[in-house]
Nanobody
Framework: QVQLVESGGGLVQAGGSLRLSCVAS????????IGWFRQAPGKEREFVAR????????YNTVSARGRFTISRDNAKNTVYLQMNSLKPEDTAVYYCAADSRVTLLNPQYWGQGTQVTVSS
């Protein structure tokens, strides 16, 4: 069992930055693929980025497009999402997800989410 707790969301002006954190509890964290998804009001949840156990990363090029960076610190059981040059369209609830498999097509575990609001 893995529990995920997100933090770092908040209100920021367009062009600003935020760093989201996802702290995981449970065993074998370092072997899990961890990722970030987001869901804006009235829209479906979408993939943002993921990072594998070895540090390999994958991004949604449309939404992330060089502005977001995912990283992990296995010693702290934490995954980060650094978001720069934020836009109002980045406003959403951001969710952390984890899976023991390589992909995050259907994550086994989800966090509760953290709200990110970008004002224009």
């Amino acid at each position: 069992q893995v529990q995920l707790v997100e933090s770092g969301g908040g209100l920021v002006q367009a062009g600003g930055s935020l760093r989201l954190s996802c702290v995981a509890s449970g065993r074998s964290f370092s072997s899990y693929t961890i990722g970030w998804f987001r869901q804006a009001p009235g829209k479906e949840r979408e993939f943002v980025a993921r990072i594998g156990w070895s540090g390999g990363t994958s991004y949604n090029t449309v939404s992330a497009r060089g502005r977001f960076t995912i990283s992990r610190d296995n010693a702290k059981n934490t995954v980060y999402l650094q978001m720069n040059s934020l836009k109002p369209e980045d406003t959403a609830v951001y969710y952390c997800a984890a899976d023991s498999r390589v992909t995050l097509l259907n994550p086994q575990y989800w966090g509760q989410g953290t709200q990110v609001t970008v004002s224009s």
